[in-house]
T-cell receptor
Framework: AQRVTQPEKLLSVFKGAPVELKCNYS??????LFWYVQYSRQRLQLLLR??SRESIKGFTADLNKGETSFHLKKPFAQEEDSAMYYC???????????FGAGTRLFVKA | NAGVTQTPKFRVLKTGQSMTLLCAQD?????MYWYRQDPGMGLRLIHY???????AKGEVPDGYNVSRLKKQNFLLGLESAAPSQTSVYFC?????????????FGSGTQLSVL
């Protein structure tokens, strides 16, 4: 069965500190993984997807198949990064996205 | 460009009442989804549709029904609401293009069942 695990419900860091939001997955096929973000009073939106290998708003995420992880990282957190972050996995058929429980990031001034 | 529109935004029901949540998208997307968002549990898939006239069960389908009579609309029905269905409901859609797959979300419906 496919599953996405985000072990931290809340992560609090100081502005300028590095941040890492953890995501582990279980999936029998070749996974396609995403990070979605929900800022206060905004809609849930895509932050990045692993297949694009891109950096968005300073965030990067590397797929580690050996550790079945897709951690989200940013070297220097900003206050505007405070939001709810969801790791998500798209199934092989490409039509069903499963989400983790989410991690709320709070960046303190 | 409206994207994904959900109505209503808020609703309070009494146990046993019924209601329908409407989702409309104007992006000509094939796939549409209903999720519920609960604290500590993230987003859980209720039902989804891969095209007009088709629907399928997700992770937590019990107590809900859906219909996709038109490509742009995806309706979520609660026949007999229960307090356990108090949640925030999100509709989403996607093109189904595997090379550029991403979900577009509505703004959510906050439902309270008393």
């Amino acid at each position: 069965a496919q599953r996405v695990t985000q072990p931290e419900k809340l992560l609090s860091v100081f502005k300028g500190a590095p941040v890492e939001l953890k995501c582990n997955y279980s999936y029998s096929g070749s996974p396609e993984l995403f990070w979605y973000v929900q800022y206060s009073r905004q809609r849930l939106q895509l932050l990045l997807r692993h297949i694009s290998r891109e950096s968005i708003k300073g965030f990067t995420a590397d797929l580690n198949k050996g550790e079945t992880s897709f951690h989200l990282k940013k070297p220097f957190a900003q206050e505007e990064d405070s939001a709810m972050y969801y790791c998500a996995l798209l199934n092989t058929g490409g039509f069903k996205t499963i989400f983790g429980a989410g991690t709320r990031l709070f960046v303190k001034a | 460009n409206a994207g994904v529109t959900q109505t209503p935004k808020f609703r309070v029901l009494k146990t046993g009442q019924s209601m329908t949540l409407l989702c409309a998208q104007d992006m000509n997307h094939e796939y549409m989804y209903w999720y519920r968002q609960d604290p500590g549990m993230g987003l859980r898939l209720i039902h989804y549709s891969v095209g007009e006239g088709t629907t399928a069960k997700g992770e937590v389908p019990d107590g809900y029904n859906v219909s996709r009579l038109k490509k742009q609309n995806f309706l979520l029905g609660l026949e007999s609401a229960a307090p356990s269905q108090t949640s925030v409901y999100f509709c989403a859609s996607s093109s189904g293009d595997a090379t550029n797959e991403k979900l577009f979300f509505g703004s959510g419906t906050q439902l309270s069942v008393l």
